[in-house]
């Protein structure tokens, strides 16, 4: 038994370049949506924190400083993907949805923040300023890590 196949039997399809062109924008419009995200995220955890948190992590090398800034980073990227992930089939309602739920997502990392400062023993946020590393800070970015997957998981 043989089979043969003809040209005419495969369809190899066509390309649009404007769907891909549009593709292409929704890409962008949603990359510069959670980069700002992550910007305001940055922002607001400066806030909370005493001191120039850049300041701290970048020329400083602040160990502490640094573990709080890559956990909160850490937990919106996780946030602001799901935020993408779920959004609306739209473009616009997309687009929409992935900022709000990722500005959300930023207040209640910012609450939890709060949070852990009150509740748990000491100045938490105070601990950018030590220079040397300390327990605390890895203890309080996988608690913000963890809490950023919660926050993730809550996402409807």
């Not at 993907?81 to 910012?110: E, K, N, P, R, W």
Request: glycine share 10%; proline share 3%.
């Amino acid at each position: 038994m043989s089979i043969i196949v003809s040209a005419q039997d495969t369809e190899i399809g066509r390309v649009d370049p404007g769907l891909l062109l549009i593709g292409m924008g929704g890409t962008l419009a949603f990359f510069v949506v959670g980069v700002a995200v992550l910007a305001i995220g940055f922002l607001v955890l400066d806030v909370l924190t005493p001191g120039n948190l850049r300041h701290q992590v970048y020329v400083d090398k602040n160990p502490n400083a640094a573990i709080l800034l890559g956990a909160n980073h850490l937990a919106l990227a996780v946030i602001v993907v799901t935020a993408i992930l779920t959004s609306s089939d739209g473009v616009a309602q997309g687009l929409a949805d992935s900022l709000v739920y990722g500005l959300f997502g930023v207040v209640l990392q910012a609450i939890a923040l709060s949070l852990m400062n009150v509740l748990l023993p000491g100045r938490l946020t105070s601990l950018v300023n030590e220079q040397k590393m300390c327990g605390a800070a890895w203890a309080v970015g996988a608690s913000l890590f963890a809490i950023g997957l919660v926050n993730a998981a809550a996402l409807s």
